[in-house]
């Protein structure tokens, strides 16, 4: 052995033969219950950062614990296209150069990511090797790999058949500089210091705006969307504003009038306790919208320019017309009073541009049914949390839930599976099917709640709402709102005939549950004249969803499709990633039952000898993830393998620990704060990085990261080198091994004891995710018990110590491999007493 460990030489000896041996790759036994993990996939523009190191550390432990013990171990790798992000790195790049997607165009765009990620994507995966995680490369998965974008594809599909994936005018998420949409977990929320403006409505009087009776006043952090407002509103129980309920008020600036109205969703203690309601550019004002009816003003477009509904301010940037609207409304002394105030603003999470609200047609996934299956698993006990409390994040999403939408403005991603006949964005109405064949009778009106937006003369798509099949055109001729109060009771637009307006209205609230209806709720009467689709010319506007690009349209056989131009949020498809990486839906990764060695991918087909990689280790055994992501990916996972499996992907989650800077500040590269795990694993070796991360685990969730406990793992690991030269060697020579140790003296039945103390010590802190008690029990044991004190013993009886040292030694060496796997594979292989090829596949101690 050499004087002095080096870790840089032992680590690259190892990994190569490791890998090389095919050790990583799991035995697949049927007789046996496997141990299954899959990465969590790092983003493939990502590098390995402290969090991913402490995680990664942590599954390697458990399945190098599960291998020991002669389970069948897969730990899957792979890593995720990473939408957004990926195409921001590369945007960057472009810009260096002067260009932009859009000046080198979609196709083109596309090729330089690809060439990008075939240059730098393994970046990431080598790092994870160097750390000697002992996953299972063979079975390395990419999510846009072409076998998982097959997976992808027939996801989206399934919820389309279901009626559960709509499309739809919603407001959103938007970053203007990405031009795309984003969901709620996608945003980052920063506390800015601003001011709150309390700006004065003037009541009219007698439908005049030019005579008014005083002002309402409302306060805002947001005075440019005011050009978008459609009505003030107060809390019914207010009694400040109980007699203005119902009347009007001159909107600043725009000279046209709005009503005031009441809503349960007001906060009496906000400002004056009335709001400003912008439907177009406000979740809660969306909501509140809907329920009212209200119009919906777009001000602000896609860029994050006033629109020309916002009349002079138009084509001004947002933050402009802010400046532009607070000075006009000063000159006509409509500022009440400004406050300053501090707001939680949503960022972009990857360009950390403001996010703009905005109404947008975007791709939806019903949530109601897969949230409360994702719930009832956990309730049930089908998936544990741990820590335990964790549950409390992963419920409060659930029960809170809105539709997902999972459209994305990207170019980089999985393409919807969707084709249109004709233009992609006629505007389209469903019908039942009972009223389908009304409209084929000669039916030429309809009534609804909803908005369409329609004017005379627009071109409709009439389709049947069950099978969203196009039966024809309808050309607008009438379209009226008014009150369901106002409609007719006696004509057949209705499902049927109705003696009362009582007898209307829990009709449409059958039909639109969601809504609020009695006789003021606002209605609109359509008129129409049908076209059968037969009769219907360039294309029928049918919608159709497929994997491969279809021929023609199945309704009207038109050739000429449009491809919808989105792409899917990378989370829809990272959703799928513990069963779709296994074969899903195919099941088609078949590998042979087994002899030594490991399995190999195989194109053959399935027989009685093979296994499916998803029969088998699926549902996987444990997910260890960061706390950030149990709604955007954990709770994903489970409605999704709940949906597409019947069974929960995995049965426990572990969240482990943040790691924070020692000021208990979140790392960070661009503040400086941020420290590269592979500085440390260059200066200290990779054991030494993943001890010490290991070692400061306590109960808490955040770690407050110091390189002192890296230092001391180093050390440690010097101590372990020299006490085995020590054991291994006497005067300069190995030792002569006595045939028989003196097992009876007081010291060699102290130290075996002490060992069997700490493997169970050791075992149960494992089985219970406590992985900083198991350090310190393996530090505790060796140093002070072993080294400090039997070592010491044991010299002047060397020769009788000698076999209870080896034994100690081997028996330690294997307890400590799936902490330190390098430095115990190099200093096992060097005892007299082992057996095996490799400490891997060695027993784990009992």
């Known amino acids: 052995m050499e004087k002095v460990y080096q870790p840089k030489e032992v680590e690259s000896k190892w990994s190569k033969i490791w890998q090389k041996e095919g050790y990583f790759a799991p035995k697949l036994d049927q007789k046996k219950k496997p141990f299954t993990i899959v990465i969590p996939p790092p983003n493939v523009t990502g590098s390995l950062h402290m969090g991913h190191a402490l995680n990664n550390t942590i599954q390697d432990i458990l399945i190098r614990q599960k291998r020991m013990e002669g389970v069948p171990t897969l730990w899957l790798p792979g890593v995720d296209h990473a939408g957004i992000a ?129 002002y309402i006043v409302v306060a805002t952090t947001r005075p440019e969307t005011v050009l978008g407002d459609t009505a003030v509103a107060v809390n019914p129980e207010d009694s400040r504003y109980k007699d203005l309920v119902g009347k009007k008020v001159s909107l600043p600036l725009m000279n046209r009038e709005i009503q005031i109205i009441a809503d349960r969703r007001v906060d009496q203690k906000f400002g004056t306790g009335a ?67 501090q707001s939680s603003i949503p960022h972009c999470y990857r360009c950390q541009t403001v996010i703009e609200p905005l109404i947008s047609k975007q791709w939806f996934l019903k949530m109601a049914a897969l949230a409360k299956g994702a719930a009832d698993a956990v309730k049930e006990g089908k998936v544990k949390f741990i820590p335990k409390e964790k549950e409390k994040i992963y419920f409060n999403w659930l029960e809170n839930i809105r539709d997902w939408c999972v459209s994305r403005q990207i170019w980089w991603g999985h393409k919807i599976p969707i084709w249109y006949c004709g233009d992609p964005n006629m505007r389209r109405m469903g019908f039942a099917e009972p009223i389908v064949h009304q409209v084929f009778d000669g039916k030429t009106k309809t009534y609804r709640l909803r908005d369409h937006g329609f004017t005379v003369g627009d071109k409709v798509v009439f389709e049947r709402s069950a099978t969203r099949e196009v039966f024809g055109q309808g050309i607008m001729k009438q379209v009226t709102k008014t009150t369901v109060g106002e409609l007719p009771l006696d004509d057949k637009a209705h499902w049927s005939t109705y003696k009362t307006v009582e007898d209307l209205i829990e009709a449409f609230k059958q039909h639109n549950p969601e809504t609020e209806v009695h006789p003021e709720t606002p209605a609109f009467i359509y008129g129409y004249e049908f076209i059968p689709v037969e009769k219907v010319s360039l294309g029928c506007g049918q919608i159709i969803a497929y994997c491969e690009e279809p021929k023609r349209c199945p309704v009207c056989a038109n ?29 088609s990764y078949q590998h042979p039952a087994s002899p030594a060695g490991g399995s190999a991918n195989s194109s053959q087909p399935a027989n009685k000898d093979k296994i499916s990689d998803l029969s088998y280790f699926y549902p996987t055994t444990v997910l260890s993830t960061a706390r950030d ?12 393998g709940l949906e597409f499996t019947g069974e929960v992907p995995f049965k426990e989650v572990y969240i482990h620990p943040t790691i924070l800077t020692l000021s208990g500040k979140r790392m960070s590269k661009s503040l400086g704060t941020g420290i590269d795990p592979m500085d440390l694993i260059e200066k200290y070796g990779a054991d030494a990085t993943r001890f010490g991360l290991m070692y400061i685990m306590g109960t808490s969730q955040d770690i407050r990261f110091t390189e002192d406990a890296i230092i001391a793992a180093r050390n440690f690991t010097n101590k372990i080198w020299n ?13 002569d091994r006595p045939q028989r140790a003196n097992s009876n003296h007081p010291d060699d039945k102290w130290i075996l004891e002490e060992l069997d103390k700490t493997v169970k010590s050791v075992k149960n802190d494992l089985k219970n995710y406590r992985f900083g008690q198991a350090s310190h029990a393996l530090y505790d044991f060796f140093w002070k018990a072993f080294a400090d004190i039997y ?18 030694l081997e028996k330690f060496l294997r307890l400590l491999h799936p902490f330190m796997p390098y430095l115990t594979e190099e200093l096992w292989q060097s005892l007299p007493n082992k057996t095996g090829e490799t400490i891997m596949l060695s027993p784990y101690p009992e």
């Not at 992501?629 to 999704?640: D, E, K, T």
């Open 275 to 341: 709001v400003k309601v912008t439907p177009a550019h406000d979740q809660v004002d969306f909501e509140i919208g809907e329920n009212h009816q209200l119009e919906k003003i777009s001000v602000i477009d896609e860029k994050g320019e006033m629109t020309k509904e916002a009349g002079v301010y138009a084509g001004l940037d947002r933050f402009k017309a802010r400046a532009k609207v607070l000075e006009d409304l000063e000159n006509l002394n409509l500022i009440d009073k400004i406050e300053l105030y």
């Open 723 to 735: 006490a085995t030269r020590f054991v291994l060697m006497k005067n300069g020579n190995v030792s």
């Open 559 to 587: 050739t000429k499709l449009t491809r919808d131009p989105d792409t899917l949020d990378t989370w829809f498809s990272s959703a799928l990633w513990p069963f779709a990486t296994l074969g899903w839906p195919n099941d």
């Open 791 to 808: 070592i010491e013993k044991s010299k002047p009886r060397r020769q009788d110590s000698q076999k209870t040292l080896e034994e100690v």
């Open 86 to 214: 990926t195409q921001v790195v590369v945007e960057k790049e472009l810009a260096k150069e002067g260009k932009t997607r859009f000046s080198l165009g979609k196709e083109n765009f596309v090729e330089k990511i690809w060439a990008w990620y075939k240059k730098h994507g393994q970046v990431i995966t080598n790092q994870l090797k160097r750390l000697g995680c002992s996953l299972d490369w063979t079975r390395e998965r990419f999510t846009m790999d072409k076998k998982y974008e097959k997976a992808v594809e027939e996801a989206f599909l399934h919820y389309y058949k279901k009626g559960w994936i709509y499309q739809g005018e919603r407001l959103v998420n938007w970053c203007p500089r990405c031009l795309t949409s984003l969901s709620d977990l996608e945003l980052e929320h920063k506390e800015i210091k601003g001011r709150l403006w309390y700006i004065k409505y003037p009541l009219t009087k007698n439908g005049s705006q030019k005579a008014t009776q005083g």
């Open 629 to 640: 992501i149990i709604n955007l990916w954990v709770a994903r996972m489970i409605f999704s």
